[in-house]
C-alpha cells in the first residue's frame, strides 16, 4: 500500500486537475486526453518547483543538526505548498509549465492581500495534516478505526477544498 499510496495521488492529481479545468472552460474530453495533455508538463512542474523546496528545506538540517526536528523543514514544505496553489492554476490556464512558476509568484505578489482567505484556508490545511500526521501514533492507540476514520476525513476534506481553490483560481486567471 505504501507506494500505491505514493504513486497513485500523482497520477490522479494531475488529471483530476485537468478534468475540472476542461469543465471549467466549457471543454468536454477524455480521462487520457487529460492524461496525455496535462501530466507531463505537471511532473516537470512539480520537479522544478520541489526539488529545490525540498533541497532549501533540508538544508538547516544539513547545516546544523541543533535544526534537526525544530520544523524549518516543515515551515518551508507549507510556503512552498502555498506557491503550489497559485502555480498549479497558470500551468493549467497558460499550458505551459515554462512560465507558471513566474504567473503564479507574481499574481500573488500583486494580489497579496485579496489572497489572504487563500492563504489562511492553505495554512490551515497544512496544519492540520501535520498534526494528524504528528499524532497519528497518539490516535491509533486510541482506536485504529478512529483512527482511520479522522485521517481520511482530513484528507478528503483537505483534496476537496484544494480543488475549489483551483477551479476560483483558474476562473480568476482567466
Known amino acids: 500500500m505504501g507506494v500505491s499510496a505514493f504513486i497513485l495521488p500523482l497520477f490522479t492529481t494531475p488529471v ?5 479545468y476542461e469543465r471549467t472552460t466549457g471543454k468536454r474530453t477524455t480521462p487520457l486526453a487529460v ?3 496535462y501530466v507531463p508538463g505537471y511532473f516537470w512542474l512539480l520537479i522544478k ?9 533540508a538544508m538547516p538540517m544539513m547545516l546544523s543538526p541543533t535544526f534537526a526536528g525544530e520544523g524549518h523543514f516543515f515551515v ?3 510556503t512552498f505548498s502555498i506557491i503550489y496553489i497559485f502555480v498549479i492554476p497558470c500551468y493549467f490556464v497558460t499550458g505551459q509549465q515554462s512560465g507558471a512558476i513566474f504567473l503564479g509568484l507574481s499574481f500573488l505578489a500583486r494580489n497579496f492581500s485579496l489572497c489572504t482567505p487563500i492563504l489562511l484556508t492553505v495554512v490551515l490545511l497544512e496544519a492540520a495534516m501535520l498534526v ?15 483512527f482511520g ?6 484528507y478528503l476534506a483537505a483534496s476537496i477544498i ?3 481553490l483551483f477551479i476560483m483560481l483558474v476562473l480568476i486567471l482567466r
Not at 518547483?49 to 528545506?57: G, K, Q, S
Not at 499524532?135 to 482506536?143: S, V
Request: net charge negative.
Open 49 to 57: 518547483m520541489y526539488l529545490p523546496a525540498m533541497f532549501v528545506a
Open 35 to 37: 492524461m496525455k495533455t
Open 132 to 146: 494528524i500526521e504528528r499524532n497519528g501514533a497518539q490516535l491509533l492507540e486510541t482506536g485504529p478505526a478512529l
Open 162 to 164: 484544494d480543488y475549489i
Open 149 to 154: 476514520l479522522i485521517d481520511i476525513s482530513a
Open 76 to 78: 518551508i514544505l507549507i
Open 16 to 20: 483530476v486537475y485537468g478534468l475540472l
